[in-house]
C-alpha cells in the first residue's frame, strides 16, 4: 500500500519559513509526479505546487508564486516544499500527493497531512 | 484559468441517489479530465472518479461520474445511500500548469 508521511509543520510567526517534508515508501517513486495540496480548516482544498518525476516539469498556484519551492529527491524517495515569508492565510493541513502519471496528472494517493499554523 | 463550482451543502436519506454538481466557469468542461474526490472527517481524501468517469479499483459502483457539455459541468452519483458516505466532496481538474479544485460539497445522509 503506497505510504505518504508528512513532517515539517510547525507554528511560526508571520515572514518566517518553513520546510515541510513528505517520506514515501510502497511504491516507485520516481515513477510518478508529486503535488503539494492543502486545506485551510473549514474550508476546500487548494492545489499549491506540482513536480514532475525528474523535476523537468514543475508549476505553482499563482497564489504561492515566488514565495514557494518544490523539489524531490529521488534517491531518497522524500519530496519537499519550501516556503517562504510565511502570511497568516498560508495556515492549513499540508497534504502530499502521488499524482497518477511521471510528467503530471491529478492527485490520486494522499498522506494524512502536516499542519502549518502561521501566527504571531 | 479556469473555476470549477459546487453547491455547498446537500441532504438526501439512506438508500436514495444523489447527484453532485460541479460547473466550470471559463473554457469547456471537456477540454480537460474530472476527477472526484471524497474526504471524510478526519481522514486524507480518496480518489473516487479519475478521468470523468472511470472507477479506480476498490471504489464502489455505487459511485459514479459523468460531463454534460450543454450545462458545462461534471456530476458525481451516488446510488444506495449509506450514511458512511457523509463526507465532503470535491471535483477536480487540471491543464499542464494548473490543478482546480471545487470549493467542495458536504454531503449529509440523514
Known amino acids: 500500500e503506497v505510504r505518504l508521511v508528512e513532517s515539517g509543520g510547525a507554528l511560526v510567526q508571520p515572514g518566517r519559513s518553513l520546510r515541510l517534508s513528505c517520506l514515501t515508501s510502497e511504491f516507485t517513486f520516481d515513477d510518478y509526479a508529486m503535488h503539494w495540496v492543502r486545506q485551510v480548516p473549514g474550508k476546500g482544498l487548494e492545489w499549491v505546487a506540482g513536480i514532475s518525476w525528474n523535476s523537468g516539469h514543475i508549476a505553482y498556484a499563482d497564489s504561492v508564486k515566488g514565495r514557494v519551492t518544490i523539489s524531490r529527491d529521488n534517491a531518497k524517495n522524500s519530496l519537499f516544499l519550501q516556503v517562504n515569508s510565511l502570511r497568516p492565510d498560508d495556515t492549513a493541513l499540508y497534504f502530499c500527493?502521488?499524482?497518477?502519471?511521471?510528467?503530471?496528472?491529478?492527485?490520486?494517493?494522499w498522506g494524512r497531512g502536516t499542519l502549518v499554523t502561521v501566527s504571531s | 484559468n479556469f473555476i470549477l463550482t459546487q453547491p455547498h451543502s446537500v441532504s438526501e436519506s439512506p438508500g436514495k441517489t444523489v447527484t453532485l454538481s460541479c460547473t466550470r466557469s471559463g473554457g469547456s468542461i471537456g477540454s480537460n479530465y474530472v476527477q472526484w474526490y471524497q474526504r471524510r472527517p478526519g481522514s486524507s481524501p480518496t480518489i473516487l472518479i479519475y478521468e470523468d468517469n472511470k472507477r479506480p479499483s476498490g471504489v464502489p459502483d455505487r459511485f459514479s461520474g459523468s460531463i454534460d457539455s450543454s450545462s458545462n459541468s461534471a456530476s458525481l452519483t451516488i446510488s444506495g445511500l449509506k450514511t458512511e458516505d457523509e463526507a465532503d466532496y470535491f471535483c477536480?481538474?487540471?491543464?499542464?500548469?494548473?490543478?482546480?479544485f471545487g470549493g467542495g460539497t458536504r454531503l449529509s445522509v440523514l
Open positions: 500527493a502521488t499524482a497518477q502519471h511521471p510528467n503530471w496528472g491529478a492527485p490520486e494517493h
Open positions: 477536480h481538474s487540471y491543464d499542464t500548469t494548473n490543478q482546480v
